[in-house]
């Protein structure tokens, strides 16, 4: 069985050929050097550009793959959270094929995408086990104990801890995105003393997640010291943020994971490919197993949505043309019904 995946969340246009479960060919194309111009993502540009994108994308894909657009058997397309504009941009493009082509549509949820994409690459990753889901847009823990078995047990209330990155990084004249070089700093000045930010509700039993209270203190010490902001005094600031946003995160994932009694915990999304968090994380590989997707299947791309588009036909799932596209994850997901046997 041969699915198309689609992802248009935000900046970024993927497109993936998945076969029997494996990716054949996954391509993005990125937008970061038009949205880096403008210090973060412009929403109407992001969807004009991948309107221009996403139909030639497509083509290539199946070139790459061998195969003719006719093989497919169904669609896999991101229905939401992200930039309202965008996901339309690929909803209606896969409805449009779907309908064009008599395939089955399959709407996936954009965090389930990358709640999942660790089985892509790590075949021992088995239920149940503890979900961490971290980038720009969404900072999540989940108990995960099947494909269709998701408890949500801990989000963040204001900033996804990614866009806490992109904002400090911005305040200190760092560029966008803000995360790779914060990372990069931070690595580099490793043995310098960090500067002390707050550890935001590290109340225990709390899985919830706050960002902008870091986020403000560190714009304060900026301002307070803006007149001797050396390269050391920056690099500090980045090894104090990360190890604010990275102590956080391990510390709830760590617990919550103690709690349950599960041993097997997963991080994804774009934060997921910083080496300061998978080096904290890898402090605890003796009690837990830890699975980390690589780099490319961090951010978003069309790979996750063709995965777990594939997993979720597999067991009859599949969508009605007139689901809805959603620009946040407080919608309940598109009705779904069982594929004809």
Do not use: W
């Amino acid at each position: 069985m041969i699915l198309l995946g689609i992802e248009s969340s935000c900046d970024e246009t993927g497109v993936a050929v998945v076969r029997d479960g494996k990716v054949l060919v996954d391509l993005v194309s990125s937008q970061v050097d038009v949205h880096t111009e403008y210090g973060g993502v412009v929403p109407e540009f992001a969807s004009r550009m991948q309107l221009e994108a996403i139909g030639p994308l497509t083509d290539r894909a199946c070139r790459d793959a061998g195969i003719r657009l006719s093989q497919i058997d169904g669609i896999a397309v991101t229905s939401g959270p992200g930039l309202i504009g965008s996901v339309l941009v690929g909803m209606n493009f896969a409805k449009g094929l779907a309908y064009s082509l008599d395939k089955p549509l399959i709407a996936v949820d954009h965090v389930r995408a990358h709640l999942f994409s660790p089985l892509i690459e790590h075949g021992g990753l088995a239920f149940p086990y503890i979900g961490l889901v971290v980038s720009g847009g969404h900072t999540e823990l989940y108990t995960v104990k099947s494909m269709t078995d998701v408890l949500l047990e801990g989000k963040t209330i204001d900033d996804a801890a990614g866009e806490a990155y992109d904002k400090v990084a911005g305040a200190l004249g760092l560029g966008y995105p803000g995360g790779p070089v914060m990372d990069r700093l931070a690595a580099q000045g490793a043995e310098r003393r960090g500067v002390k930010f707050p550890m935001a509700m590290m109340r225990r039993g709390n899985y919830d997640f706050s960002f902008s209270g870091l986020k403000t203190a560190v714009m304060r010490y900026i301002k307070e010291h803006s007149s001797g902001l050396t390269h050391g005094t920056v690099s500090s600031i980045a090894v104090g943020f990360q190890d604010a946003v990275t102590g956080v995160l391990v510390k709830k994932t760590i617990a919550l994971a103690r709690q349950r009694r599960i041993r097997r915990i997963a991080v994804s999304g774009g934060v997921a490919a910083n080496t300061g968090l998978r080096k904290m994380l890898a402090a605890y590989r003796d009690e837990f197993e830890m699975y980390i997707p690589s780099s490319r299947l961090c951010t978003d791309n069309g790979s996750m949505i063709g995965f777990l588009g594939y997993r979720l036909f597999e067991l009859g799932i599949q969508s009605d043309m007139d689901t809805d596209a959603y620009a946040n994850n407080t919608h309940v997901p598109q009705r779904a019904r069982a594929a004809a046997s």
